[in-house]
Nanobody, 124 residues
C-alpha cells in the first residue's frame, strides 16, 4: 500500500518561496501520476499540479502557472512542489496524492493514497 509523507510547509510573506516534498513508499504498479492538491478553509480541495510518473509530463492549475513547479526524483521516491511568488490566496493545507489516473490536475476515481497534509500560510 502506498504511503505518502509531506513536508516543507510553513509561513512566508507574499512574494516568498517554499518547497514542499512528498516521499512515497510502497508504490503500487497502478500508480501513474502524483499530484499536489490544496484546501483552504471553507473551500473545496483543488488540484494544483500533477506529474505523470512515467513520462514526467506536468499539468498546472491556471492560478499557479508560471509560479509553481512540480518535479520528481525517482531515485528518492520523492515529488516536489516549488512554490515561488506566493500570494495570500495560495494559503491552504497542501496534500500529496498518488493515483492510477489523472486528467490534467484532476484525479479520476479514488487516489491510491493521500498524504497527511502540510500547512502553507502566506501573509500580505
Amino acid at each position: 500500500q502506498v504511503q505518502l509523507v509531506e513536508s516543507g510547509g510553513g509561513s512566508v510573506q507574499a512574494g516568498g518561496s517554499l518547497r514542499l516534498s512528498c516521499v512515497a513508499s510502497g508504490y503500487t504498479s497502478s500508480t501513474t501520476c502524483m499530484g499536489w492538491f490544496r484546501q483552504a478553509p471553507g473551500k473545496e480541495r483543488e488540484g494544483v499540479a500533477t506529474i505523470y510518473t512515467g513520462s514526467g509530463l506536468t499539468f498546472y492549475a491556471d492560478s499557479v502557472k508560471g509560479r509553481f513547479t512540480i518535479s520528481q526524483d525517482n531515485a528518492k521516491n520523492t515529488v516536489y512542489l516549488q512554490m515561488n511568488s506566493l500570494k495570500p490566496e495560495d494559503a491552504a493545507v497542501y496534500y500529496c496524492a498518488a493515483a492510477s489516473l489523472c486528467v490534467g490536475t484532476v484525479v479520476v476515481g479514488t487516489p491510491d493514497a493521500w498524504g497527511q497534509g502540510t500547512q502553507v500560510t502566506v501573509s500580505s
